[in-house]
């Protein structure tokens, strides 16, 4: 089981940028499709950036062109850039990862939030 500890949140002005940062281990990282999942407060957690072992990407539409998901296979760590930030990106993200060898295994992140407020 693939161990994930996230870091970087915080609390930042609209139109601010930040930056997380996911280090995974515990596991062969590049048998994982490793992701960004948020949670705000009364919604159900929702899909933000993908990416595979290869750099494949995929983006919720809410966050294309503002947000950039990259991974560092030699250090076992998922980034995720955040730009031009919106109040509504406010929300605890998680970090996920995904198992592209066995189906349906998947470990989560504890956590961090991500306040935008001015």
């Known amino acids: 089981q693939v161990q994930l500890v996230e870091s970087g949140g915080g609390l930042v002005q609209p139109g601010g940028s930040l930056r997380l940062s996911c280090a995974a281990s515990?596991?062969?990282?590049?048998?994982?499709?490793m992701g960004w999942y948020r949670e705000a407060p009364g919604k159900q957690r929702e899909l933000v950036a993908t990416?595979?072992?290869?750099?494949?990407?995929n983006y919720a539409d809410s966050v294309k062109g503002r947000f950039t998901i990259s991974r560092d296979n030699a250090k076992n760590t998922v980034y995720l850039q955040m730009n031009s930030l919106k109040r509504e990106d406010t929300a605890v993200y998680y970090c996920?990862?995904?198992?592209?060898?066995?189906?349906?295994?998947?470990?989560w992140g504890q956590g961090t939030q991500v306040t935008i407020s001015s």
């Open positions: 996920n990862a995904e198992s592209t060898v066995v189906a349906g295994l998947q470990s």
């Open positions: 515990g596991t062969i990282f590049r048998r994982y499709v």
């Open positions: 990416i595979t072992h290869g750099g494949t990407t």
